[in-house]
């Protein structure tokens, strides 16, 4: 168990309206992650974190904007949803041996 | 070309039945890899890295074959409990530091009773 925790694990909002996704960890790891899973593209990079107030743009960070203000929380913000950015999204920390591990998932809806 | 390829299955085999998956990558230069096994409607768990000697772990051995830029999982004594989709992850040579990881599409087992 990697100690980490996703909130909230459903949603369902409108186009439109600004969504924020938290991830939580226990454990203290520097680096941390957000991905979105979609059927036929496997898990795609959104943006991570190297450290507190360090962060940086991943392959479809377009429509996302992330923080991280403290070492256990890394918040990943959708400014004005979008259905396409309909999804399962993942949370992600990285060990020391540079293997990373997962959090439950967020599925987002966004009618 | 997707930087990392697998055949998306279904694989359905019999209890018992030893089984692979193949996966490629196309950089040569990328350093790490790794299977995730991914059950349906959950996160992505790590099975195991897969070093350049090759590493086993139970009923499961990985392989890297850098020259055919490809890596291997073999299953042996398939178990109803090994149904789910198996992920091929590398890091390319530009992942460095920050661990940028590069998941394929996942291949689908069902071990079938």
């Known amino acids: 168990d990697a100690g980490i925790t996703q909130s909230p694990r459903h949603k369902v909002t409108e186009t439109g309206t600004p969504v924020t996704l938290r991830c939580h960890q226990t454990?203290?790891?520097?680096?941390m992650y957000w991905y979105r899973q979609d059927p036929g593209h496997g898990l795609r990079l959104i943006h991570y974190?190297?450290?507190?107030?360090?962060?940086d743009k991943g392959e479809v960070s377009d429509g996302y904007s992330v923080s991280r203000s403290k070492t256990e929380d890394f918040l990943l913000t959708l400014e004005s949803a979008t259905s396409s950015q309909t999804s399962v999204y993942f949370c992600?920390?990285?060990?020391?041996?540079?293997?990373?591990?997962f959090g439950p998932g967020t599925r987002l809806t966004v009618t | 070309r997707k930087e990392v390829e697998q055949d998306p299955g279904p694989f359905n085999v019999p209890e018992g039945a030893t089984v692979a998956f193949n996966c490629t990558y196309s950089?040569?230069?990328?350093?790490?890899f790794f299977w995730y096994r991914q059950d349906c409607r959950k996160e992505p768990k790590l099975l195991m890295s897969?070093?350049?000697s090759g590493n086993e772990d139970g009923r499961f051995t990985a392989q890297l074959n850098r020259a055919s830029q490809y890596i291997s999982l073999l299953i042996r004594d398939s178990k109803l409990s090994d149904s789910a989709t198996y992920l091929c992850?590398?890091?390319?040579?530009?992942?460095?530091?920050?661990?940028?990881?590069?998941f394929g599409t996942g291949t689908l087992l069902a071990v079938q009773p």
């Open positions: 992600a920390i990285r060990d020391t041996l540079y293997e990373q591990y």
């Open positions: 454990e203290n790891h520097r680096y």
């Open positions: 974190s190297y450290g507190v107030k360090d962060t």
């Open positions: 950089n040569s230069a990328s350093q790490s």
């Open positions: 897969v070093y350049s």
């Open positions: 992850v590398v890091i390319p040579p530009y992942g460095g530091a920050t661990n940028k990881l590069i």
